[in-house]
């Protein structure tokens, strides 16, 4: 079964540093997302990525984040200079399949990335 | 805009007893909805979906949810709970009258089955 891979799947940095989130989505898949969980609570919407770029962002997604797919398998998120707020698990998505007709919109989530900023 | 309210933040049940994890929804149009069960340190995995159609629909490892457009809820239900089935679940809703792909998620429940 394909499924959606991210890493690290933990980094420590110190506040102010860059940090940059890989994930590999599901390989037949068009649409991209970044989703992010502070200490086991509500899962929050960042960004959705389409035909190279962003389709939908929230309030989160501030001028401190970006999103790119710098080859045809990954798509990253950056954070430019990390605050301590940012400290949470990063999840990757992806779905819709490219070849089928309809798609039902169910997202496919990795194992995801937790960011500890000190 | 879209939301979805998960009333209780935990719920605790006896193993081998039915459990209900209730969810409503608020859309501008038709939605598609989703129930998602997270297990400690672990990504969210997919249980099941409302498309279309039958108001019941069935998922993963037993668990059924039901639709209930006038009540606006989807309400995830099993009818013998595991202890296996401890978990946070979370609803999830994603609004075609607004088209977006997006999924937004409610807050979770976490459900604790006793033996």
């Known amino acids: 079964e394909p499924e959606v891979t991210q890493t690290p799947s933990h980094q420590v940095t110190q506040m102010g540093q860059e940090v940059i989130l890989r994930c590999v989505p599901i390989?037949?898949?068009?649409?991209f997302y970044w989703y992010r969980q502070i200490l086991g609570q509500k899962v929050e919407f960042l960004v959705s990525f389409y035909n190279n770029e962003i389709s939908e962002k929230s309030e989160i997604f501030d001028d401190q984040f970006s999103v790119e797919r710098p080859d045809g398998s990954n798509f990253t998120l950056k954070i430019r200079s990390t605050k301590l707020e940012d400290s949470a698990m990063y999840f990757c998505?992806?779905?819709?399949?490219?070849?089928?007709?309809?798609?039902?919109?169910?997202?496919?989530f990795g194992e995801g990335s937790r960011l500890t900023v000190l | 805009a879209q939301s979805v309210a998960q009333p209780e933040d935990q719920v605790n049940v006896a193993e081998g007893n039915p459990l209900t994890v209730k969810c409503t929804y608020s859309v501008s149009g038709n939605p598609y909805l989703f129930w998602y069960v997270q297990y400690p340190n672990r990504g969210l995995q997919f249980l099941l979906k409302?498309?279309?159609?039958?108001?019941l629909v069935k998922g993963s490892y037993g668990f059924e949810a039901e639709f209930n457009k006038s009540q606006t809820s989807f309400h995830l239900k099993k009818p013998s709970a595991l202890v296996s089935d401890s978990a946070l679940y979370f609803c999830a809703v994603r609004d075609l009258g607004a088209g977006r792909r997006a999924l937004t998620f409610g807050s979770g429940t976490r459900l604790q089955v006793q033996p």
């Open positions: 998505a992806s779905s819709e399949k490219r070849d089928r007709v309809v798609n039902t919109g169910e997202l496919f």
């Open positions: 390989s037949n898949h068009l649409y």
């Open positions: 409302y498309i279309t159609g039958d108001n």
